[in-house]
């Protein structure tokens, strides 16, 4: 049941600034995308293109056929209920309680009766970590709580495309992780197609199945999550890291002055802004609580990878080589992969730190393993 | 900023001649003006929106509404009153206030009204909505911003414009009365009689007419301001104040055009 999103040569300026050019992407049915970029890059824009709320100077986004950019209006409000989009500031209806914004959709797509409409309401706000506030206007809560009832809104019509405009951001680092066991979850449920746009590096290395960048007007790359997060272009490492180091700058392009300026303050030993470890390489990937069934973007998206394996570079090969399980390797016929350069790539993964130094390395490595977020709910 | 670099091609294609931006601005106005009309007949119909949003603009034009009409009578009374006597046209006083009332005046008093206040708080209102994206928020979740909420608001603002009209004509008859009988010692009786010398019935109907496309007008107007606010809170700000302004100047004109017309088609009593 779950769609596909096709982007071709998306172009979009005001006036005569130009925001992105020719943007070309697929988000693969069922699978986890996430798209990074520093602030003002145009994500934003970019998600409201993508559900025909800003008409784009070219391309067109396919979507079960329909292409959004050309299509008739009737036919546009008929898409769109595919759609779950959660906004950046959560876009609650200020006049309704939190109740009556997350009935809002079923209330005005689907004739169930009220006391259905009372059972869903209930179990997404108690989803989103919301019961008790249902009573509450959206102007009496905190911003992070908004945004968790956006979400609630978002889901309660079971969505096909989850598009979530930085879900993350007003949450802290507890709700974020469940937050992002939550789109895993759902996502394993009713095999939706999600795209995340956020500036959360750990968010970004954990749950998508693909990974894109937005960077200069243009989408630097978007693929596997394996390719982005091996990748030596500088943009994506400065970014990764949280480095002031690089050519993303305070305004969006840094000049050669300012760069040369940086390195030497970095050479006479002032900090660059980060702990000094590299957050590049392939970590594992979250999962669904046990119990969920499997995702099954997860197995297609294994497939499709595979088949276009020889056309990555080598350390994203050996990424997604070291990432398989034995069975799957002779699956695939990769088995040879095993020893050989396995090791090295999951190497910088955060969890079990870089250097041990005197720890017990079994006793680190245990830690994280059950320790995942939302893994030990009851 | 560093778009200068982008070959864009936007500037010769939108052509940017002088006035380009008021012609757009008008277009835009125009096609939203047809989509409400379109999506007023699309069910289901937002009835409690509709109600409420009658009930709002009734209680806040009512009071000044009769407040305006009381000495608008009273000046029209004054005014046609001594010229009247110096033509020796007395019998006629009652009839031409009561002409210049219902035309022109009531019309007018309730347009302004409706559209100072009423249609800026519906400005106000769907300009905050946009701001805070809870009009993108409606129209992803599939439901048209414009026949949610601009169909009922423009409506609302038509049913209590006609409503309004009414209500002006009563009042500013009675202050013409009062001014004319009390006042200026004219004949309770003439005032009365004189009613129907040169006033039909007609009249009543372009009055109730005017009131209604003015109600339509100044709906549409303060809807389409609120639905493009430029950047933040005070471009909502502003919106409701040109709101206010086009619509004023959009109904003075459409009411000379409408006058003009009645008095060409509808053959004036006696004539
Ligand atoms: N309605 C609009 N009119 C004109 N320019 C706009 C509009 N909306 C956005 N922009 C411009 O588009 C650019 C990208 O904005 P956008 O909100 O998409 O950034 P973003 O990547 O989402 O940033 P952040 O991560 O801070 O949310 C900005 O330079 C902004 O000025
Ligand atoms: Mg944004």
Redesign the pocket.
């Known amino acids: 049941m779950s769609a596909e999103v096709v982007i071709e040569g998306l172009t979009?300026s005001?006036?005569k600034?130009a925001?992105w050019r020719d943007v070309s992407l697929t988000l693969p049915p069922g699978e986890v995308s996430v798209m990074l970029?520093?602030?003002?890059?145009?994500?934003?824009?970019?998600?409201?293109s993508m559900i025909g709320l800003?008409k784009p100077d070219r391309g067109s986004c396919v979507i079960n056929g329909v292409d959004i950019v050309t299509c008739s209006e009737a036919k546009l409000y008929e898409t769109r209920k595919l759609f779950g989009v959660l906004f950046?500031d959560g876009a609650l209806f200020g006049s309704m309680n939190l109740y009556d914004n997350v009935a809002f959709p079923l209330r005005e797509h689907t004739k169930k009766s009220e006391s259905e409409i009372k059972r869903i309401v209930l179990e997404k706000l108690d989803l989103t970590g919301l019961q008790g506030a249902e009573g509450k206007l959206p102007g009496e809560i905190s911003g992070g709580m908004r945004k968790r009832a956006g979400l609630a809104r978002a889901l309660v019509l079971d969505p096909e495309i989850i598009l979530c405009?930085?879900p993350d951001?007003g949450l802290d680092p507890v709700r974020t992780a469940y937050l992002s066991q939550l789109l895993i979850d759902l996502n394993a449920q009713i095999d939706a197609t999600i795209l995340i746009?956020t500036?959360n590096i750990n968010l970004a290395r954990t749950v998508p199945d693909n990974l894109g960048m937005?960077f200069r007007k243009e989408l630097v790359m978007f693929g596997p999550r394996e390719v982005l997060l091996t990748s030596d272009e500088p943009v994506v490492e400065q970014f990764l890291n949280g480095r002031r180091l690089g050519p993303i700058g305070m305004s969006e392009e840094k000049d050669a002055a300012q760069m040369a300026r940086e390195q030497a303050h970095v050479e006479a030993g002032h900090a660059d802004g980060t702990a000094g470890e590299d957050m590049r390489g392939v970590v594992p990937q979250l999962v669904p609580t046990p119990g969920l069934p499997p995702r099954q973007g997860e197995r297609r998206r294994k497939d499709r990878v595979m088949k276009i394996l020889h056309t990555l570079p080598p350390v994203a090969q050996q990424g997604i080589i070291a990432s398989l399980t034995d069975d799957e390797r002779r699956h695939y016929g990769v088995g040879g992969a095993r020893t050989g350069f396995a090791q090295p790539v999951a190497q910088p993964s955060p969890r079990p730190r870089p250097q041990p130094g005197p720890h017990d390395t079994q006793e680190i490595a245990r830690v994280p393993e059950p320790g995942w977020p939302g893994g030990g709910r009851p | 900023?560093a778009g200068g670099r982008a070959p864009v091609t936007t500037g010769a294609a939108r052509g940017d001649f002088p006035g380009a931006g008021a012609l757009r601005e008008t277009g835009k106005l125009c096609a939203l003006g047809i989509d409400v009309v379109v999506n007023t007949f699309r069910r289901p119909f937002q009835a409690r929106e509709f109600i409420q949003q009658c009930w709002f603009i009734a209680s806040v034009t009512i009071l000044p509404t009769a407040l305006v009409a009381i000495p608008f009578g009273a000046i029209i009374a004054l005014q046609l009153g001594t010229l009247i006597v110096q033509l020796g046209a007395q019998s006629f006083t009652g009839a031409a206030s009561v002409l210049a009332i219902i035309q022109q005046a009531a019309p007018l008093v309730t347009a302004l009204l409706v559209a100072g206040a009423g249609g800026s708080a519906i400005c106000a209102d769907i300009g905050s909505r946009t701001i805070r994206e809870e009009i993108d928020a409606m129209e992803v979740l599939g439901v048209s911003a414009v026949q949610r909420l601009v169909v009922p608001r423009v409506l609302a603002a038509m049913l209590v414009a006609v409503l309004l009209n009414g209500l002006v004509s009563v009042v500013g008859v009675m202050g013409g009365y009062f001014f004319n009988v009390v006042l200026q010692g004219g004949t309770p009786g003439a005032y009365l009689a004189s009613f129907s010398a040169l006033a039909q019935l007609s009249d009543l109907w372009i009055s109730e007419l005017k009131a209604l496309i003015f109600g339509f007008i100044a709906g549409v107007v303060a809807a389409h301001r609120g639905l493009n606010p430029k950047?933040g809170p005070k471009g909502v700000g502003d919106a409701v104040n040109q709101s206010v302004v086009i619509t004023f100047l959009l109904l003075f004109f459409v009411n000379f055009v409408l006058t003009a017309v009645y008095l060409q088609v509808v053959p004036a009593k006696g004539s």
């Open positions: 979009k005001f006036g600034q925001i970029g520093p602030s003002g890059t145009g994500k934003s824009v970019f998600l409201k800003l950046q405009d930085e951001s746009v500036h937005l | 900023m950047g």
